[in-house]
């Protein structure tokens, strides 16, 4: 739409404008001599078209298209943009032309009306630059152009000037990415499509790039009607969607009401279905989708062969916990069974395991009886889910409550009480009990990985075990003998451990080579940090889409863990050159910014607990090093004396100027 209220039609060979209500033709251009229009750029009042290598510059104004200048270029044009800039002005004329080439791959600003070269950026390689882009952000504006290999690249552009400065590099896909500007909230937005959808906008002058749970969409456009008002329409290869813009800038998260407590969660990617342990009070029927799906079974082995609905009544007339097993469809969250266990069984772990082809759920249970300190029954089931019936396909009780499960080289791992136990499993033969270590207080968190074992204890920190499979047989070689309450633990790598416990630290330990047997059985602490939460849960994983343009990764894994309190952090694992870098700048940052309560950083992030205080080592704090983005650039000029890192990946270090702190940890908090 135009400043008159007429609507601007792009032709192949002509320009229209045309009246909104009559659609009419009100006034047309054409190219005088006969040129194939490839590529236009307009507003509500300038369009600026292209021909191979030519530019043509027109004005929208009374209700007429005037051509006012043309330009030809050394290179064919592959995009063009004439966004305005000037966002408190609220000018529909903008002062300059964005084009990108195809040959040299350059992103180029002009004058308007005159077209006067005033900046050039070379992008170098061999990919065609494909969409160019003009935004005003809060504060700041930007010139963005992307690659045919899903490259972005975005640099600071002066409304003033036209100057470009700062380039920065992200690659959203793989794909070809198309540019398109458009506001919500009462601000401006970018969506970039591609293979991997993504939606820009700026969060306290920070540009943030949010993904969207969309594959493959080839083109947006802003919709905005009575029926569907601030909605986003999507051209995707299977049709049209039209959806909103709120839901697309949030983070991805959906929310599943139960009406019942979810205690632990396993996914199942053969059978896309989600295995979760789930635990309600009796009294509650009513909104619970234990009781309101229509496959329900019990373990009946040990219930004496109760019916569901008589199981229901005894269970509300003892005011009892109920524990279930849920399948829930990955796609529709739909439930699509559940089975109880039994009276005063309670489900404490469970997992996917894949065995002879074949894919099953592992549960862990307890039998709860108030007068005993601890679990002295439970069992080990295995359950298989053919698409429309959950099976019990075996059953082992054990002396003890079985807190965790896992694999270990194909057989089922659990921790019992105090012992470690490994289970051969035979769908024909069912569980049967190859090997034990009985040397943990209580073996409350497993990790495997390939023969090497990672046990929490309740009370003893952690231990390493190695199954020897040939021998059929647990042995372990290395211990932290420290007493720290463990309350979640997760393998690194071969030598590498991380711990969290009670009193709120994480603390890493590694396992040491050496002449002495003493000094082999030792894990060493290598790291410790105050959290300030109690992290009660690890995953290997990523709250964002792995860059795939081939760069050396910053972080070379990241671990994910969930608190208590509800919070969810990552956990990244670094080189020693850039963990050098940042432990300088942390250390620089904790002088200069001016912490909650006046706490030192120092003491704050300490590790602590009831018997001792010690100061942290081997972790840096990214909460602290991302303050750095906050502050005014003449604490950042003061803070970048005397730091040095191989910031252009040429293997020489060099000192580092703002704008490379700046865009270094810019990508760090990319990670998450």
Request: charged residues 25%; hydrophobic residues 35%.
């Amino acid at each position: 739409m135009t400043s008159g209220d007429n609507i601007i039609q792009i032709c192949s060979n002509c320009i229209r404008l045309l009246d909104s209500h009559t659609l009419q033709t009100v006034s047309e251009w054409k190219p005088t001599t006969g040129e194939r229009i490839d590529h236009v750029g307009c507003n509500k009042t300038q369009c600026v078209v292209s021909d191979g290598n030519v530019i043509t510059y027109l004005s929208i104004e009374g209700g007429h298209i005037k051509q006012i200048s043309r330009v030809e270029l050394d290179h064919d044009v592959a995009c063009v943009d004439i966004t305005p800039l000037d966002l408190l002005e609220k000018s529909d004329v903008s002062k300059y032309c964005a084009v990108g080439c195809w040959v040299d791959g350059s992103i180029r600003v002009y004058s308007l009306p005159d077209f006067q070269q005033l900046q050039t950026h070379e992008l170098g390689g061999e990919i065609v630059v494909k969409s160019i882009l003009m935004c005003p952000f809060e504060d700041s504006s930007y010139l963005m152009a992307t690659l045919g290999d899903g490259s972005l690249f975005y640099c600071d552009i002066d409304p003033e000037t036209g100057k470009l400065s700062k380039k920065k590099k992200i690659a959203l896909g793989i794909h070809s990415t198309t540019l398109q500007l458009f506001h919500a909230f009462d601000a401006n937005h970018v969506f970039a499509s591609s293979d991997r959808p993504t939606v820009i906008y700026s969060n306290s002058n920070k540009l943030v790039f949010s993904t969207v749970n969309m594959q493959d969409v080839n083109h947006m456009c802003p919709l905005n009607t009575g029926a569907y008002p601030d909605a986003l329409a999507l051209a995707s290869s299977s049709g049209l969607i039209v959806g909103s813009v709120a839901a697309i800038q949030k983070l991805h998260i959906q929310t599943i009401p139960l009406g019942e407590s979810p205690k632990r969660i396993a996914y199942q990617e053969a059978t896309s279905t989600y295995g979760i342990i789930t635990m309600r009070n009796s009294n509650i029927t009513a909104s619970s989708v234990s009781t309101l799906c229509q496959n329900i079974t019990d373990s009946s082995d040990v219930i004496n062969g109760m019916d569901p609905d008589s199981r229901l009544k005894k269970d509300a007339a003892n005011n009892s916990e109920v524990h279930n097993l849920l399948i829930m469809d990955k796609k529709t969250y739909e439930v699509l069974h559940v089975h109880r266990f039994a009276p005063t069984e309670w489900g404490l772990s469970v997992f996917s395991y894949h065995c002879n082809d074949k894919d099953y759920f592992v549960v862990g249970t307890a039998f709860v009886n108030e007068e005993d300190s601890e679990s002295k029954d439970g069992r080990v089931i295995v359950f298989r889910w053919d698409g429309t019936t959950l099976n019990q396909v075996a059953s082992h009780d054990v002396k003890g409550a079985v807190s965790c499960v896992t694999e270990v080289c194909g057989k089922i791992l659990a921790g019992i009480n105090n012992k470690v136990t490994v289970f051969e499993f035979k769908e024909e033969d069912g569980l049967k009990v190859e090997c034990k270590y009985h040397n943990t207080l209580m073996a409350v968190y497993l990790r495997s990985r390939g023969q090497f074992i990672l046990v929490g204890d309740l009370l003893r920190s952690m231990a390493l075990l190695v199954y020897k499979q040939l021998e059929g047989r647990l042995e372990d070689i290395a211990k932290d003998y420290k007493a720290n309450w463990m309350t979640q633990v997760e393998i690194l790598d071969d030598d590498t451990f991380l711990g969290a416990e009670h009193f709120n630290n994480l603390f890493v330990c590694t396992k040491e080579g050496g002449m002495e047997e003493e000094d082999r059985r030792l894990l060493k602490l290598a790291g410790q940090f105050h959290l300030g939460e109690n992290a009660n849960v690890f995953r290997e994983g990523s709250l964002v889409l792995k860059n795939p343009s081939g760069a050396p990764p910053l972080v070379h894994k990241t671990i994910l863990y969930g608190s208590s309190t509800g919070a969810i952090g990552l956990i990244g694992c670094i080189e020693k050159p850039l963990f050098d870098l940042l432990l300088t700048l942390q250390e620089a940052l904790a002088r200069t910014v001016t912490s909650i309560g006046c706490i030192p950083h120092n003491v704050w992030r300490g590790f602590h607990n009831d018997r001792q205080k010690e100061p942290a080592k081997g972790f840096i704090d990214g909460d602290l090093i991302e303050r750095f983005l906050d502050l005014p650039r003449s604490e950042m000029t003061k803070i970048c004396v005397d730091l040095f890192y191989d910031f252009d990946g040429t293997g020489m270090k060099r000192e580092g100027t703002v704008d490379d702190l700046v865009k270094l940890i810019e990508d760090l908090a990319r990670i998450h």
